[in-house]
């Protein structure tokens, strides 16, 4: 398992972007498969993207297609999600998670971080 830590949440405006950040503690960062998922009130989990441990694959619900990016820097054990043109509806708590497996990654993580809130005002 590896240990996350996200940070980048905030409060912003619809239209507006913000850059989630998920650093991971573990020699063997590099060899895991990344994703963020989030939980909006009242809602379950849902999966929101993820990214090979080699960086050459990406996935993304649709939601948020054309508008995030997910990306890794395994020299910094870090992975990122930068969300552009912010909606209401994506006000959520942002979970990033971590699994060897791609597959698995982007239904049930072996690793979770604690969250960071993303509230979106109209």
């Known amino acids: 398992q590896v240990q996350l830590v996200e940070s980048g949440g905030g409060l912003v405006q619809a239209g507006g972007s913000l850059r989630l950040s998920c650093a991971a503690s573990?020699?063997?960062?590099?060899?895991?498969?990344m994703g963020w998922f989030r939980q909006a009130p009242g809602k379950e989990r849902e999966f929101v993207a993820a990214?090979?441990?080699?960086?050459?694959?990406?996935y993304y619900t649709d939601s948020v297609k054309g508008r995030f990016t997910i990306s890794r820097d395994n020299a910094k054990n870090t992975v990122y999600l930068q969300m552009n043109n912010l909606k209401p509806e994506d006000t959520a708590v942002y979970y990033c998670?971590?699994?060897?497996?791609?597959?698995?990654?982007?239904?049930?993580?072996?690793?979770w971080g604690q969250g960071t809130q993303v509230t979106v005002s109209s």
């Open positions: 573990g020699r063997t960062f590099s060899r895991y498969a």
């Open positions: 998670a971590a699994d060897p497996s791609i597959v698995v990654v982007r239904t049930t993580p072996g690793s």
């Open positions: 990214i090979r441990w080699t960086g050459g694959s990406t």
